[in-house]
């Protein structure tokens, strides 16, 4: 879950500007599909309004949670990595892309992006993180049998829509849980429903009812056999959202499920944390019409037999200012997700040590060092807006050409007013692995051409 996840609204409010948020969309197409505005908290337009204060230590430990999730879906040791094949690739053809808005979670106790969906008939509106390392997707549900963690939106009466239904034990959707959660199914013997369990790594976890309902996108755009779970006990890294849309790769993802209508796609662009009132924010698009809205530069996916549902690129090398950064080639043989779920990028220590001395070597000839914060342990006195005319470019460069340029946006965080520090940390020394996290995403278009195997990049920010 994803991939990797500040806080109350009033939720007639919220429910109210959702709608006339999808009343607007509904009126804006671009000529390769419809996109919603994005905005992150800090923008005015946001309706989310935390009422605690947001600590970046608590984001931090969240995505550390995250990770762990990331690290025990890579235990097996059976696992063999396979170059990916990319599929002839012909015109691109479908119908025009769904796209919803994209927000900044950071409102409700998340490091990540939601969005917001209707579920039932009639439609209940929830705030649901996206995620592109869970595949199932699910929000918590009534009666709350065993525990729901607070949400800032009522929680979903499943008795009230007329269209809502579970599986039976026996169902083929039932079946598919194991491959999509890790987990085998249950099975309720008072009602012969089919139980889902999904769990993250630590102690995050949820488990409830495998459902079906209508999902609606916007009001022209539903999908009314949506295949998801209907929670009865959640706790963990959730933040204060409803449940998580599954981006994965697998059969019962939300991505699959649309696949039929809009073809084995999606694209998105997140905003930044600093995000003007005036931005435009960013989307999430669904259907294969998206890949052709910029001049995407793409890389194939790498498989993983065991774990076909994660995204993995692979990383070749990395650049500081132009230079590499001095590993050799054989440095970068390690799995490298990219996950919308996480946060902050994870590297291998040696490549992780090899970017941070880099980037010190720059930066310290104008800016003093400071003690680490939480994760982060290359930390400067300045601010993003003063340090970023002597932030140098860092690339990430994947196999086939495709590279992520990042920023001063993507590359620092700033921690408290005069600490700011290189969003970057060290992975587990037990599984070195590489996660590529949203914040080095932010304001870049991110697209996953799954029929074909293959994810891109392309600058120019999320208008």
């Known amino acids: 879950m994803s991939l990797f996840w500040l806080l109350h609204f009033s939720a007639y409010l919220a429910i109210a500007s959702s709608l006339i948020k999808f009343e607007d969309n509904d009126l804006r197409h671009k000529q390769d599909g419809m996109y919603l505005n994005l905005y992150h908290v800090a923008g005015l337009d946001s309706y989310l309004k935390s009422t ?22 890579l235990t097996n040791n059976e696992d063999v990595r396979i170059s990916g094949t990319t599929s002839p ?5 479908g119908p025009k892309p769904v796209s919803i ?4 979670a950071i409102p409700l106790d998340s490091g990540n992006y939601y969005v917001r969906i209707g579920l039932g008939t009639p439609a209940q509106y929830f705030s649901m993180i996206i995620d592109t390392g869970s595949s199932l997707s699910w929000l918590q549900c009534q009666p709350c049998k065993v525990y729901c963690h607070d949400q800032v939106d009522p929680i979903f009466n499943s008795s009230t829509s007329k269209t809502y239904k579970t599986f039976p034990c026996s169902s083929p959707q039932c079946s598919s849980l194991k491959g999509s959660t890790q987990n085998k199914p249950g099975c309720s013997r008072k009602t012969g429903s089919c139980v889902y369990s999904a769990r993250y790594g630590d102690l995050s976890f949820t488990s409830g009812y495998l459902s079906q309902d209508v999902l609606t996108l916007t009001p022209s755009e539903t ?38 209508k809009y073809g084995n796609a999606f694209s998105y662009c997140l905003p930044t944390f600093y995000s003007a009132p005036s931005s435009k924010g960013g989307f999430l698009s669904i259907g294969t019409s998206s890949l052709t809205s910029s001049p995407y530069k793409f890389t194939t996916l790498v498989k993983f037999p065991n774990k076909p549902s994660l995204y ?24 490298t997700i990219i996950d919308s779920g996480t946060v902050i990028t994870r590297l291998p220590m040696p490549v992780y040590t090899a970017l941070k001395d880099a980037f010190v070597k720059i930066i310290s ?4 060092q400071l003690p680490g914060v939480s994760i982060l342990d290359t930390c400067f ?25 990042l ?8 921690i408290e007013n005069g600490t700011t520090c290189l969003a970057f940390s060290v992975s587990s020394r037990l599984i070195p692995i590489a996660i590529i996290g949203n914040y080095q995403q932010q304001t870049i278009k991110v697209a996953y051409d799954v029929a074909n195997s293959k994810v891109g990049f392309a600058p120019g920010g999320c208008q």
């Open 52 to 73: 605690s204060p947001f600590t970046f230590s608590d984001m931090f430990k969240k995505d550390e949670d995250h990770v762990r999730y990331l690290h025990s879906r």
């Open 89 to 93: 690739s012909g015109k691109v053809r």
């Open 101 to 104: 808005p994209l927000k900044s």
């Open 223 to 260: 999908l009314p056999s949506f295949v998801y779970g209907c929670g009865q006990e959640n706790q963990g890294l959730f933040g204060k959202t409803a449940g998580i849309l599954g981006l994965g790769n697998d059969k019962l993802s939300m991505l699959a499920q649309l696949s039929n």
């Open 312 to 335: 993995f690129v692979d990383l070749t090398s990395i650049t500081v200012a132009g230079s590499s950064i001095g590993v050799a080639a054989s440095s970068y043989k390690f799995p």
């Open 365 to 368: 000839k104008k800016f003093a």
């Open 381 to 405: 006195k300045g601010s993003v807006k003063t340090m970023s005319i002597a932030v140098p470019e860092i690339q990430l460069i994947f196999h086939g050409g495709a590279d992520l340029s």
């Open 407 to 414: 920023k001063a946006h993507n590359t620092l965080i700033e």
